[in-house]
């Protein structure tokens, strides 16, 4: 099968971040983050984010989410999010069963809460039968590719802060809207008012691994506990470690995002070229949605790798990576090229549903 368009996830591990690991694989360190590798990446993120803030490595995305959100919230409090996001659509329940919240998703128009959405919900305060809200949780990138602006984000900071909220931001794609926006990602997190922010690495080249960031120290405390607690604490944190101080090294993480976003374009414009395709949704970092005929569809999933995002419409996702190449995306459109002109030429109805 050829390389597909599935998820960042199915990409390999940059061989920078494969050296870094390499590199701090001799002798012996003391395990679970009192190492020196680690000392140093968390001294990466305080440059990058401020000196008071608290930086905890995680395995993987869903880990980072509890954490985030457990170090937030009590068993009787509420998470507002858009109701295609990731928490609650993609981790099997894992952040309402370990930290006990109840999530409330609301509708989001291309994947993005808005202020307006989320209003409704921010009610019943002291009302001893209704959760507490307070937490509302947005992901950037959205589920759907698409990219917050700094001004969508303040909004919701504002919104919540307001009513005595917090927000929280799934970063599993955070260097692809951080080059989407052209933006440093304090910017657009710690100075837009995110309280704590899951920073992904695993989608962009590293083997594994996330860092959750907590922007108050009231909030740092208890978070220790917790990542031990749910299984997040890894013995040999230097692994992980090294993977993030190669990936702010010579700034890896934007020369990985900036390529899969730029594949990801490049793919959106050829596919838009083909009678009978409709590019769904905007492209805005690296995911590309697309209404397809079905039949067209599960042909070409002979070939190539991804996921049907939404049957009733018909709607396909593509996803670029890091070690995308152009060959990949032209041998992909010339693939779906040679698929729908066949179709035309059999005159079978084309069934595009979009």
Known sequence: MNRGFGSDNNSGVHPEILRAMASVNDGHVPGYGNDPV???AIARFKKEFGEDIGVFFVFNGTGANVLGLAGLSK????????????????????????????????PAKDGKITPDAIRPHITGFGF??????????VSQVSELGTVYTLAEIKAITDLAHKHGLLVHMDGARLA???VALNLPFRSFT?????????FGGTKNGMMMGEAVIFFHQE???DAKYIRKQSTQLYSKMRFISAQFLAYFEQD?????AAHANRM???????ISKIDGVKISRATEANSVFVFIPEQVAHKLQEEYFFYVWDDMLGEVRFVTSFDTTEEDVQSFVGALKKQMEYLTATNDKLRVKG
């Open 190 to 198: 710690r100075d837009a008012g995110i309280d704590v922010l899951s």
């Open 38 to 40: 680690t000392r140093q």
């Open 219 to 221: 909030q740092i405390t």
């Open 75 to 106: 068993s009787y409090h509420s998470v507002i999010c858009a109701e295609s996001a990731h928490i609650n659509t993609d981790e099997c329940g894992a952040p309402e069963k370990y930290a006990g919240f109840k999530l409330i998703p609301v």
């Open 264 to 270: 990801a374009h490049l793919l959106s414009r050829e």
């Open 176 to 178: 692809n809207a951080a």
């Open 128 to 137: 001893e039968h209704h959760s507490q809200p307070k937490i509302i949780s």
């Open 252 to 256: 890896l993480w934007k020369r990985n």
